[in-house]
């Protein structure tokens, strides 16, 4: 009887030690893939090495400054052992730029190829944010687009759509600096601008 309640009294803690252990590991695999430049196996030698499944990824890049930099969640994120190419599903990211804006960027799923330096979002993906100095917020909606996480900078070579207030442009192809909050439309631009 005494070691029955002994053990429900403890159970708690051990539930917590037990979530903490499971996001140390999260952290240690994260801080592998996202820090250490690792060479793409020619023959094959990653067939052995695990590939990891996670669910609730909530994870946090701060800059050296300690400001929060950039904010991912998402439902799940798979690792395929052989390329080692992260898939993440229902992604959502927050990027604080260092002049005080922030995006929001969400999509259907995401790719992060070897190494981590660029994220390829696909799938309803929409862009949200005030470029410049723009009192309103600005959305782009594209099917696809390409974060580079070092430079800053998003990308697209697909058909976007971006609306601020009444306005809606249209364009094939866009360029975003997330520093400087400036947004280029490549190419065939047309629009509708309303009062």
């Given at each position: 009887?005494?070691?029955?309640?002994?053990?429900?009294r403890h159970t708690p803690v051990i539930a917590r030690l037990l979530l903490l252990a499971g996001f140390v590991a999260l952290i240690a695999a994260l801080v592998q893939w996202r820090v250490v430049d690792r060479e793409v196996a020619v023959d094959g030698d990653n067939a052995d090495s695990p590939g990891y499944f996670l669910t609730g990824v909530d994870l946090q890049e701060?800059?050296?400054d300690g400001e929060l930099r950039i904010g991912l969640q998402s439902f799940s994120a798979n690792q395929d052992p052989i390329s080692s190419v992260v898939r993440l599903a229902d992604v959502a990211v927050?990027?604080?730029a260092p002049s005080g804006q922030t995006w929001h960027l969400t999509s259907n799923e995401a790719r992060v190829p070897q190494g981590g330096r660029t994220v390829e979002f696909e799938g309803e993906v929409l862009l949200a944010g005030r470029?410049?100095?723009?009192?309103?917020v600005a959305e782009l909606h594209t099917?696809?687009?390409t974060l580079d996480t070092l430079g800053e900078v998003?990308?697209?070579r697909s058909p976007v759509e971006l609306a601020f207030g009444n306005h809606r442009l249209r364009?094939?192809?866009m360029?975003?600096?997330l520093k400087t909050g400036s947004l280029r439309l490549e190419s065939d631009v047309n629009g509708q601008f309303t009062q």
């Amino acid at each position: 009887m005494r070691l029955a309640a002994r053990i429900a009294r403890h159970t708690p803690v051990i539930a917590r030690l037990l979530l903490l252990a499971g996001f140390v590991a999260l952290i240690a695999a994260l801080v592998q893939w996202r820090v250490v430049d690792r060479e793409v196996a020619v023959d094959g030698d990653n067939a052995d090495s695990p590939g990891y499944f996670l669910t609730g990824v909530d994870l946090q890049e701060f800059g050296a400054d300690g400001e929060l930099r950039i904010g991912l969640q998402s439902f799940s994120a798979n690792q395929d052992p052989i390329s080692s190419v992260v898939r993440l599903a229902d992604v959502a990211v927050d990027y604080h730029a260092p002049s005080g804006q922030t995006w929001h960027l969400t999509s259907n799923e995401a790719r992060v190829p070897q190494g981590g330096r660029t994220v390829e979002f696909e799938g309803e993906v929409l862009l949200a944010g005030r470029p410049g100095s723009e009192p309103e917020v600005a959305e782009l909606h594209t099917p696809r687009l390409t974060l580079d996480t070092l430079g800053e900078v998003a990308n697209t070579r697909s058909p976007v759509e971006l609306a601020f207030g009444n306005h809606r442009l249209r364009a094939v192809g866009m360029h975003a600096d997330l520093k400087t909050g400036s947004l280029r439309l490549e190419s065939d631009v047309n629009g509708q601008f309303t009062q």
